[in-house]
């Protein structure tokens, strides 16, 4: 792209129709959302002012805010079209993640693309619904639940849902084979220095750690794409895609031209 | 009233039941239209089963430690509000964290608080995490289009990027539960070689639908699993 230019970009029709339904289901689920407190404010009478509103959640809006921008820009590339839904049904990082995660691996399907995106919201719009039944069978059968819940031993359990998650769900993500039939060789040596990177900052301060992930996402995108795209050039992270007879690095890639010309038919 | 005669009122449950109607609506809507493209994408009726089939099971237990998380919230905003806060938008975690910081900018407690306190909780907890969304509306397509066009420029390049951001999150993630105790480390090992054992059953045995069990089953084990590190580690 020529200095100067303004690049088009195109986007296609389902990708035009999924953000824009994305848009108006958030629209709808802000309303919904203020809806539920201004009817029992109304109800019963205890309307706080606006002022007060804002004074006490201004503390909450300056910590949100820049988390969301940032959970948007580090997850929107992996949940695509579908960040909105799950951003409205909520628990994206312990349910709609590894939705996401599961449904690419388990239909083998090239993350990035049209079919992963269709795939991923039906898996993340039927983890939705599965919780929202869950949770009100819950609700339903909260009291006999109660003594069952509160034990130690499912309370313990309950601790370890991330690391009983992500065990399994790692495997996928850094194996060789990225769904699709694409093959990736030696890419997670440009993992090297962001983990020690991330293992520095945990041990500085883990609070600030684990509280802002979101913006730690954010720190190690950039650092992994730049070392990755320095070993491709230089031939140690290697492509094969299907139909290629032998692995293609960065560096000996001479057909890419005609390689961006097939992705783009 | 008091503050919890307000908050576990019968028409907050019919306010929350009617907005979860909408919003679970809105999911199906959302599948019914994906599965179409997925169809129409060239994919698999069978293999589009077994990604939904997959992802109920493993949606299952998560959700129950949500009702766990449910039942501390309940003692702060009563049980329907909670109820709705933890089926949309939010999570525990923050959940409880923005109901306490809007009780200590108050300067009360669930204990001291009155009915109109309520109010303005309810309001509080929902401006801060739906300002968030706002942002959705003007980010999320120019973020998406914007790797999504990375990748048609350069197929194999980016093909490297696609897994840049999926590595990214799981890194990040990795390193609390690497350097958060033996019993962290060693549940997530646990659902490793839980997971490898049931992809190689499934791969000696041709029995391909295994693969819809490996995350629920690797998940469920794992955590039980937690509780025989804590007695033997902690």
């Given amino acids: 792209m020529g200095k100067g230019k303004k690049e088009t970009r195109i986007i296609s029709p389902y990708y035009r129709r999924m953000h824009r339904l994305g848009k108006i289901m958030t629209v709808l689920a802000i309303l919904v959302f203020l809806a539920v407190p201004t009817a029992v404010c109304i109800k019963f009478g205890i309307m706080p002012s606006i002022k007060q509103v804002l004074a006490t959640a201004a503390g909450l809006i300056v910590i949100f805010v820049p988390m969301a921008i940032s959970e948007i820009l580090s997850e929107t590339p992996i949940m695509g079209s579908s960040y909105y839904i799950s951003a409205i049904t909520g628990n994206v990082m312990n349910l709609k993640l590894p939705a996401a995660f599961n449904a690419i691996k388990v239909a083998d399907v090239e993350p990035g693309t049209e079919e992963s995106d269709a795939i991923v919201g039906v898996a993340v719009a039927i983890s939705s619904v599965t919780?929202?039944?869950?949770i009100a069978i819950g609700v339903i059968l909260m009291q006999p639940l109660e003594p069952f819940l509160t034990s130690g031993g499912v309370q313990l359990a309950a601790k370890y849902v991330l690391p009983a998650l992500f065990g399994s769900l790692a495997l996928g993500v850094f194996g060789n084979n990225i769904g699709g039939g694409i093959i990736i060789r030696h890419r997670l040596l440009a993992a090297i220095l962001p983990l020690i990177v991330l293992i520095v900052l945990y041990l500085v301060n883990a609070y600030l750690y684990t509280s802002f992930e979101g913006f730690m996402i954010l720190i190690t995108i950039p650092?992994?794409?730049?070392?990755?795209?320095?070993?491709?050039?230089?031939?140690?992270?290697?492509?094969?895609?299907?139909?290629?007879?032998?692995?293609?690095?960065?560096?000996?890639?001479?057909?890419?031209?005609?390689?961006?010309?097939?992705?783009?038919? | 009233m008091s503050y919890f005669d307000v908050a576990n009122s019968g028409f907050i449950y019919i306010c929350v039941g009617i907005g979860l109607i909408i919003v679970l609506a809105a999911a199906l809507y959302y599948l019914k239209i994906c599965y179409s493209h997925a169809l129409e994408c060239g994919i698999e009726k069978s293999r589009i089963v077994e990604v939904m089939r997959s992802s109920v099971y493993f949606s299952i237990v998560p959700s129950i430690a949500i009702i766990i998380g449910l039942i501390s919230l309940s003692t702060i905003i009563g049980v329907p509000y909670s109820w709705f806060r933890?089926?949309?938008?939010?999570?525990?975690?923050?959940?409880?964290?923005?109901?306490?910081?809007?009780?200590?900018?108050?300067?009360?407690?669930?204990?001291?608080?009155?009915?109109?306190?309520?109010?303005?909780?309810?309001?509080?907890?929902c401006l801060g995490i739906t300002t968030g969304l706002i942002f959705n509306t003007f980010l999320v397509e120019k973020v998406h289009m914007g790797t999504?066009?990375?990748?048609?420029?350069?197929?194999?390049?980016?093909?490297?990027?696609?897994?840049?951001?999926?590595?990214?999150?799981?890194?990040?993630?990795?390193?609390?539960?690497?350097?958060?105790?033996?019993?962290?480390?060693?549940?997530?090992?646990t659902s490793m070689l839980i997971s490898v054992i049931l992809t190689i059953i499934a791969r000696k045995t041709g029995a391909g639908w295994m693969s819809s069990f490996t995350l629920a089953v690797s998940l469920i084990i794992a955590m039980a699993s937690s509780i025989l590190w804590t007695q033997l580690f902690s």
């Fill in chain 2, 86 to 125: 933890l089926s949309v938008i939010g999570s525990v975690t923050y959940e409880i964290m923005a109901a306490n910081m809007a009780f200590s900018a108050i300067g009360v407690n669930a204990s001291t608080a009155t009915a109109e306190t309520f109010g303005v909780v309810m309001f509080v907890m």
């Fill in chain 2, 148 to 189: 999504t066009s990375m990748k048609n420029k350069d197929k194999r390049w980016g093909s490297v990027v696609s897994t840049v951001f999926m590595t990214s999150l799981i890194l990040v993630l990795l390193v609390p539960i690497i350097l958060s105790g033996s019993v962290s480390i060693l549940t997530f090992v």
């Fill in chain 1, 223 to 265: 650092i992994l794409y730049f070392i990755s795209k320095k070993l491709y050039k230089a031939g140690k992270i290697t492509v094969t895609l299907p139909g290629d007879e032998k692995a293609v690095s960065g560096a000996e890639c001479a057909s890419c031209a005609s390689d961006n010309e097939q992705a783009v038919k």
């Fill in chain 1, 131 to 134: 919780t929202m039944i869950i």
